[in-house]
């Protein structure tokens, strides 16, 4: 079992940036794969970064390669997600998300935090 809280959302103008943390309480923190996932008023939630468990691996959706950069610290049970270059589509409820080792891509997540809204301004 891990519980999520995630941190650092806000309201920023297009172009600025924020860093979105998530703190885990729980066991064995190192042994999951770590996303992030955003949902915008009246859309799904989507997929936006994963890490894998170790910090090596990562992987991102298409519209925010090259922006968003995904991190952990398993000495500090946390994974953050740095937002720079911000754009208004960004605005969405980021939520921080564990699973179990696997796949990146299209990979299970169990446990999930609470989210974090994030507004972009234009």
């Known amino acids: 079992q891990v519980q999520l809280v995630e941190s650092g959302g806000g309201l920023v103008q297009a172009g600025g940036s924020l860093r979105l943390s998530c703190a885990a309480s729980?066991?064995?923190?190192?042994?999951?794969?770590m996303g992030w996932f955003r949902q915008a008023p009246g859309k799904e939630r989507e997929f936006v970064a994963a890490?894998?468990?170790?910090?090596?691996?990562?992987y991102y959706v298409d519209s925010v390669k090259g922006r968003f950069t995904i991190s952990r610290d398993n000495a500090k049970n946390t994974v953050h997600l740095q937002m720079n270059s911000l754009k208004a589509d960004d605005t969405a409820v980021y939520y921080c998300?564990?699973?179990?080792?696997?796949?990146?891509?299209?990979?299970?997540?169990?446990?999930w935090g609470q989210g974090t809204q994030v507004t972009v301004s234009s």
């Open positions: 998300a564990a699973g179990p080792i696997g796949p990146l891509r299209g990979g299970r997540y169990d446990f």
């Open positions: 729980g066991r064995a923190f190192s042994t999951y794969t």
């Open positions: 890490i894998g468990w170790s910090g090596t691996n990562t």
